[in-house]
């Protein structure tokens, strides 16, 4: 007779103590049993499995790569029960922990200034906001929702149009002054180019001259893993950079920064989204989140709104069919990309 579903459950939230704190003993002292318990639950999820999980020594344990597979999986099926819990839990107010990865800069300026009013609509949901540039694993329950820029390439999560932002090649006065102002993109060859260090989709500067877009290749001293740098590092005079609308618009506006190349700009645009994973099983703590991203930043500085009809090649416009009480439906899309 196979192991119960409940059976189970407590296998993976032991094997995944004793991963974590790698000894045995250890996890029997978390879980509050006995050494030998933990031994023979996990001896018999090996001989059920037929693989070997966990690679035993005299000093600590270590997980095969069968193991280090088995508890990615376990920390994804007890988070999703977890959730599944919590949102049949929840129906009638939305409760628990939102966890939200997002850009730095885009943080700071668009969605953090949407935070107070979302947590006074629902006072019982907490925010964990993860702000960095790199790319943070939806599918393995580091984050529940994931503000991602650019093309979504192929996966199983679900996406949500929040808007588009247009991208602006700049630099300052004084760098300007110093080197001359490029009248053409050929003339970035002569520059000092400050760009991303993270593989973008498209391995150059995109342009458009005489009809045809092109990618041009640009070099320059410095790389970096945010736009919030390459900006600093543009005001203080170090060279051209290529960044996100959203990041400068105070600074174009004062004329700290100076944009540049603007009749050759091919008006590419990258959209944003938000990633999570969607189903019948959706908490409904992110999907009231998600909604209020829709909503909010429809307005937001610097946004095409949601419904623009206004897209790179390639994206189509994600127009969200209205549920019965208010929930607009989710679409399965692409998903993952870069995020800055």
Not at 76 to 90: G, P, Q, V
Not at 125 to 149: P, T, Y
Not at 185 to 191: C, T, Y
């Amino acid at each position: 007779m196979s192991l119960g579903k409940t059976d189970k459950t407590a296998e993976m939230q032991t094997f995944l103590s004793v991963a974590c704190t790698g000894s045995l003993s250890a996890a029997a002292r978390e879980l509050d049993l006995t050494p030998s318990a933990v031994s023979r639950m996990m001896t018999r999820l090996e001989k059920r499995l037929g693989v070997r999980l966990i690679v035993r020594s005299t000093r600590k344990l270590r997980l095969t790569s069968e193991g280090e597979a088995y508890a990615l999986a376990a920390r994804r099926i007890l988070k999703d029960l977890d959730d599944t819990e919590s949102s049949i839990a929840s129906r009638g107010s939305p409760s628990g922990t939102v966890k939200i990865s997002t850009a730095t800069a885009h943080s700071r300026l668009t969605i953090v200034p949407l935070l107070k009013e979302f947590l006074q609509r629902y006072p019982d949901i907490q925010l964990d906001i993860d702000v960095s540039d790199q790319i943070r694993d939806v599918h393995a329950g580091q984050v529940d929702v994931a503000i991602r820029f650019g093309p979504l390439p192929d996966s199983g999560l679900h996406a949500r149009r929040l808007g588009e932002t247009g991208r602006v090649v700049l630099a300052s006065p004084e760098y300007l002054a110093r080197a001359g102002v490029p009248q053409t993109p050929a003339d970035l060859a002569h520059h000092n180019c400050l760009d991303f260090s993270f593989r973008r989709l498209e391995p150059g500067w995109p342009f458009r001259e005489q009809g045809r877009n092109y990618l041009l290749a640009v070099k320059g001293n410095v790389l970096a893993n945010n736009g919030e740098t390459l900006v600093e590092l543009a005001l203080q005079g170090m060279g051209i950079t290529r960044v996100g609308r959203f990041h400068v618009q105070q600074a174009l506006a004062t004329g700290q920064l100076v944009e540049l190349l603007e009749d050759y700009n091919p008006q590419d645009r990258e959209a944003i989204h938000a990633v999570f994973i969607g189903g019948q099983s959706m908490p409904a703590r992110v999907r009231v989140f998600v909604d209020y991203l829709v909503e909010k930043m429809a307005t937001a500085p610097a946004n095409v709104r949601a419904d623009d009809p206004l897209s790179t090649a390639g994206h189509r416009s994600d127009q969200s069919s209205a549920r019965p009480g208010g929930l607009p439906a989710v679409h399965t899309r692409k998903a993952a990309g870069p995020q800055t």
